[in-house]
């Protein structure tokens, strides 16, 4: 419904809800990470959380991705490392499994993901919460500085105010709406579309994996991008994608609706759970109410005939059935600030070292393209840093960003968007909220290497230039710039 009108809504007085050292806005993966790493250093840590719980996409059916490098090697530890092992305890995340396409894949349980990062909060003493949106914020009269935010809930509009503020929103809505400039999507503006996650019980995976791994070599029924065959053979957790001519074959057969050339099935840590990255609704935009209630529409319509294609065309369906749809739909792409450092594809298909690396990513470049079914995936060999210019908005000064919505181009952000990644980063930016405080300068003047040597003193993965292992001694290893 195009916009017709405008009101004047007049100034009124609203009251201070909470003043904290550090807020953190979005208690996704990114977030999660950013208000635990703030919290360690004992300042008054919040988090603002528009649903009823923590995790972000962690909790809608994916596996996170990015803690293995395509050498096999673990690339991120420190808090993301500590967060899988909590889940772990309770059976609720698998290994790191290698995997030729993603790299390493790690299996979540998505209820434990709620329950185990609001444990790790509330223990840690950030003030959680919930079902309040950030709908606006309060800057300074020069501009160059958030003092607050603005929120909205049951409780009616309040302010939230703080020293820094970490927008771990994955659209940038503070950046945004704190003037910082941001961009959109591809040269046209097209964004990866969104998909709403689905779960199927009682799948035969053993069946499944069989299927594909004893296929004749010649056979096109089974096959699977990037992945060989024998691998399902070894793994009793994974993901295929592929199985495009069986696909086909149903779409063709069934005139199903089915707006993916790709099939792609994630196992779930519970025996027989299958969760189904298929449905795509393609012009969706995640930072426009009306468009997302369109994707939500459309997206589960075209349930019933995705499953009644894995139903009757793929090996280990025959008995499944639909249980669930994730909570909300999953946005792949919307808003990137523009930093102080734009990452490109090159540094990451160059596996590009930077003199302020916070992170070490691996992930390839993975675009569910805007304008057609497909996917494009480029692989750089080895790994790439994230430097933590590309954390920081151009003008305002005690903002940082991290998670996907970091300062990218559309190709870097398809690589960067992970799940571990975006932990790394969360880490960074809590470490870096609070030298800041506990200077009282901002996080742009924090010093680069002191940042580098907390993260490693507490236990992240920084790589040198010959790709080992940094410590806090061997941090300040000359990189050009
Ligand atoms: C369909 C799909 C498949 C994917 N597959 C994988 C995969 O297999 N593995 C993988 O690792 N990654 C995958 N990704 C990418 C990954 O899930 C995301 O890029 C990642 O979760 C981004 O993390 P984030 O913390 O930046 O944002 P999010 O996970 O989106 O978290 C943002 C949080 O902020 C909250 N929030 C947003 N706006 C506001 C506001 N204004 N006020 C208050 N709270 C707010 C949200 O409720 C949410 O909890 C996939 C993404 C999608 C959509």
Redesign the pocket.
């Known amino acids: 419904m195009a916009q017709t009108a405008t009101i004047h809504e007049p100034a009124r007085e609203i009251p201070v809800s909470a003043d904290y050292d550090v807020l953190v ?7 999660l990470t950013s208000a635990l790493a703030a919290a360690e250093s004992g300042l008054r840590v919040g988090l ?4 009823s719980f ?5 909790t ?1 059916g ?5 803690f293995l490098g395509q050498k096999g090697n673990q690339i991120i530890e420190g808090l993301p490392q500590k967060f899988i092992d909590r889940l772990k305890a309770r059976e609720a995340a698998s290994e790191h499994r290698a995997c030729p396409l ?1 790299m390493g894949i790690t299996l979540v349980e998505p209820e434990a993901v709620k329950t185990v990062g609001l444990e790790m909060l509330t223990e840690a003493g950030v003030d959680v919460v919930f079902y ?4 606006g914020v309060v800057m300074d009269e020069d501009d160059h500085t958030i003092r607050g935010v603005i929120t909205e809930s049951k409780s009616g509009r309040s302010a939230v105010m703080a020293r820094v503020v970490i927008d ?4 940038a ?2 950046a945004h709406r704190a003037g910082v400039v941001t961009e959109k999507g591809n040269e046209h503006g097209g964004m990866q579309p ?2 709403l ?1 689905f779960c199927l019980s009682d799948v035969d995976t053993d069946k499944l994996r069989m299927a594909i791994a004893n296929a004749p070599k010649e056979a096109r029924t089974y096959l699977t991008d990037f992945i060989p065959a024998d691998y399902f053979g070894q793994n009793h957790q994974f ?1 295929v994608v592929g199985l495009r001519e069986l696909m086909a074959k149903a779409r063709q057969e069934r005139d199903l609706d089915i707006p993916n050339e790709r099939t792609i099935i ?1 196992t779930g840590l519970k025996k027989g759970e299958a969760w189904i ?1 298929m449905t795509r609704v393609a012009g969706t935009d995640g930072t426009d109410a009306r468009s997302l209630s369109n994707g939500e529409i459309v997206a589960r319509r075209q349930i019933d005939d995705i499953v009644e294609y894995l139903v009757n065309y793929v090996p280990g369906f025959e008995k499944a059935h639909f249980t669930k749809t994730a909570p909300f739909l ?3 792409e919307t808003r990137r600030i523009v930093g102080r450092y734009v990452m490109n594809e090159q540094d990451v298909l160059g596996c590009r070292h930077f003199e302020d690396a916070i992170a070490v990513a691996s992930y390839p470049i993975d675009i569910h393209r805007p304008g057609d079914e497909g996917c494009t995936l480029i692989w750089c060999g080895d790994c790439y840093d994230i430097p933590y210019r590309s954390l920081l908005p151009q003008r305002v000064e005690n903002l940082i960003v ?4 970091i300062s990218t181009t559309h190709e870097a952000m398809g690589a960067i ?4 990644t ?1 932990m790394a980063m ?1 880490e960074a930016a809590g470490r870096a909220a609070a030298l800041a405080i506990r200077q009282d300068i901002r996080p742009h003047e924090v010093d680069i290497h002191a940042l580098r040597r907390d993260l490693l003193t507490h236990g992240a993965y920084l790589r040198g230039l010959m790709g080992e292992r940094l410590t806090p001694e061997t941090e300040a290893v000359a990189i050009p710039g």
């Open positions: 806005v979005g208690g996704g993966p990114a977030g603002l959380e528009s649903r923590v995790g972000g996409n962690m809608i994916l596996p996170v991705l990015g993603h309040t949106f950030v709908a771990c929103t994955g659209d809505d503070v969104p998909t996650m993901i994630i990255n999953g946005i792949r991290a998670g996907r919505a968007r992970v799940m571990a975006c969360g």
